[in-house]
């Protein structure tokens, strides 16, 4: 069975100095040595760059890129590294504050190794708090993972997500539309654009890092109460429709990456958002979307019976 190549992990700073050396060592902690990395900077103002910058000298410019990303928030500059990636292979992304633990690209290379397709392996992660204690795995979803699930919910950890080369090469196409629509998150769409592509996604029970839960977590843990009732609250506000509309835009804008069947779905989810609650409510049902647990089906349903789903004006 052929090895995964070398991976080339995309990380994404922001005035991330805290925590950055501690990740960038877990890089090189790695039982698999044979990586490669891509580090864009988004205007850090601490000491952000100048950590790389040493982090690039001591393992050589030929495995540790640094560029400058576009200034607009996380997500476009996640994108911009899926465009900087090389072609032809595999990637990773990840955060600049959590920490890997030394087998997570190992146990990636394991479950991909020989797959020709488009393929998204993620993990469970090790929530723990600012200094790396109290570490709780993550919530282990069980439901299948496919476009019917991700229409509707991001659930493939980004920062443990890794692509075979075949999976990065559908991301390197859709990205400028991504762009153009602006996506809220980026791992959400990676899943939509694997999945839609036909792809397979491979969730791991085994966690792969410290994720680290601090004032500054962009999204954070959604395994207790006032992480699940954040995220409700933020499914039950109109941003959500938003969200929703500028993925299926963005999807719609690169038809060529989904199958037949997942293109006349994305179409009918589409016309599905232009509806009113009770009508919007009886075509979830038939399209047979779902989310990863049970009270998360409850609040899509209601999500939509209410308008939340529906286009903005």
């Known amino acids: 069975m052929p090895d995964l190549p070398p991976v080339t ?4 700073v922001y005035n991330g100095g805290l925590h950055l050396s501690e990740q960038l060592d877990s890089f090189a902690a790695q ?14 103002t601490d000491d952000s760059r100048a950590i790389c910058a040493d982090f690039q000298t001591r393992h050589g410019a030929d495995r540790v890129r640094l560029i400058d990303g576009p200034r607009a928030g996380a997500t476009r500059n996640f994108l911009h590294l899926v465009e900087a990636v090389p072609a032809n292979v595999p990637l990773a992304f990840s955060d600049q504050d959590d920490v890997w633990l ?13 797959r020709t397709g488009p393929v998204l392996y993620c993990a469970r992660t090790m929530i723990c708090d600012a200094n790396l204690q109290n570490r709780t795995p993550s919530r282990h979803f069980t439901r299948p993972h496919g476009f019917r699930n991700a229409l509707v919910q991001a659930c493939t950890p980004g920062n443990s997500s890794v692509f075979t080369p075949a999976a990065a090469a559908l991301l390197k196409r859709g990205a400028a539309s991504a762009i153009e629509h602006g996506i809220e998150a980026h791992d959400w769409w990676a899943y939509q654009v694997v999945s839609a592509a036909g792809g397979e996604v491979i969730f791991d029970p085994e966690p792969s890092l410290l994720y680290r839960q601090h004032a500054s977590n962009v999204m954070g843990r959604n395994d207790t109460a006032s992480g699940r009732w954040r995220r409700l609250t933020m499914l039950m506000q109109g941003d959500y429709g938003s969200w929703l509309a500028a993925n299926v835009d963005a999807l719609a804008a690169v038809p060529d990456l989904l199958t037949p069947e997942n293109s006349a779905l994305l179409a009918r989810f589409d016309q599905m958002l232009t509806l009113p609650g009770p009508l919007a409510l009886r075509e ?18 209601l999500a939509a019976l209410t308008g939340r789903l529906r286009r903005p004006a």
């Open 9 to 12: 992990i995309l990380l994404a």
């Open 31 to 44: 039982e698999r040595s044979d990586w490669r990395l891509i580090i864009s900077d988004d205007g850090s």
């Open 102 to 114: 030394p087998q997570k690209m190992v146990r990636a290379a394991a479950h991909l190794a020989g």
């Open 284 to 301: 979830i049902s038939r399209l047979g979307l779902y989310r990863q647990t049970g009270s998360g089906d409850v609040a899509l349903r």
